[in-house]
C-alpha cells in the first residue's frame, strides 16, 4: 500500500508541474509577436507545443500577429519592422490588410527612439536577407523612416545591401 501512495504522489506531482509549465506556454506564447514565434518544445518527451497554430501559420506561409492586429501595432509599432524582416527572411506573406495598417500606424514609427529603429535596420541588415529587406522598406513607404536624404537613390542603397547580403553569405 505504501508504494502505490508513494506511485500516486508522483503522478499528482507530475501532473501538476505540467499542467504549471502548459499555463507558463500559453501565458509566454500570447506575448510574443507572431505565431511562428510562439512554437516550444517540451522536454523530456521533444514534443512540440503550439497554443497559437504557429505551425499551421508556417504551413500556409503567412506571418500573422498574435491577438488584435491592430491593437498589437499600437502597443509597438515596431512589430512592422519585425513582421517585414520575417518577410524577408522566409519569404511568408503578410495579413491581407497589412500595408493599410503599415500606412495607418507609420506616423507612429516616426515616434520609436533612433537607437531601437537603427537596431531594428542592423538587424535587417545582417539576416542575409537585407536586398529583400530593403525591398519590402519601400514596398510599404517606410524607406524614409532610415534615409531622410531623398536624394540618395535606391540602386544605392540596395547596393549596399547587396553588399551585406554578400558577407554574411561568405
Given amino acids: 500500500?505504501?508504494?502505490?501512495?508513494?506511485?500516486?504522489?508522483?503522478?499528482?506531482?507530475?501532473?501538476?508541474?505540467?499542467?504549471?509549465?502548459d499555463q507558463m506556454i500559453a501565458e509566454d506564447a500570447?506575448?510574443?509577436?507572431?505565431?511562428?514565434n510562439a512554437i516550444y518544445l517540451s522536454f523530456p518527451d521533444f514534443r512540440l507545443v503550439d497554443k497559437l497554430s504557429g505551425r499551421g501559420a508556417i504551413a500556409n506561409r503567412i506571418i500573422k500577429i498574435i491577438g488584435d492586429p491592430k491593437g498589437r501595432l499600437l502597443e509597438d509599432p515596431v512589430r512592422i519592422?519585425?513582421?517585414?524582416?520575417?518577410?524577408?527572411?522566409?519569404?511568408?506573406?503578410?495579413?491581407?490588410?497589412f500595408a493599410h495598417w503599415t500606412s495607418e500606424f507609420k506616423s507612429l514609427l516616426f515616434k520609436?527612439?533612433?537607437?531601437?529603429?537603427?537596431?531594428?535596420?542592423?538587424?535587417?541588415?545582417?539576416?542575409?536577407?537585407?536586398?529583400?529587406?530593403?525591398?519590402?522598406?519601400?514596398?510599404?513607404?517606410?524607406?524614409?523612416?532610415?534615409?531622410?536624404?531623398r536624394g540618395i537613390k535606391k540602386e544605392y542603397i540596395l547596393a549596399v545591401a547587396e553588399c551585406c547580403d554578400d558577407c554574411y553569405n561568405h
Fill in 1 to 21: 500500500s505504501l508504494p502505490q501512495l508513494a506511485f500516486t504522489k508522483k503522478l499528482s506531482l507530475t501532473y501538476k508541474r505540467e499542467k504549471i509549465i
Fill in 81 to 97: 519592422l519585425r513582421a517585414i524582416r520575417l518577410e524577408a527572411k522566409f519569404g511568408f506573406s503578410q495579413h491581407k490588410k
Fill in 112 to 149: 520609436i527612439s533612433h537607437q531601437r529603429m537603427f537596431l531594428e535596420f542592423i538587424k535587417m541588415m545582417h539576416t542575409g536577407h537585407a536586398v529583400a529587406s530593403i525591398s519590402l522598406l519601400y514596398q510599404y513607404e517606410l524607406m524614409d523612416l532610415f534615409i531622410k536624404h
Fill in 30 to 36: 500570447k506575448r510574443r509577436d507572431f505565431t511562428i
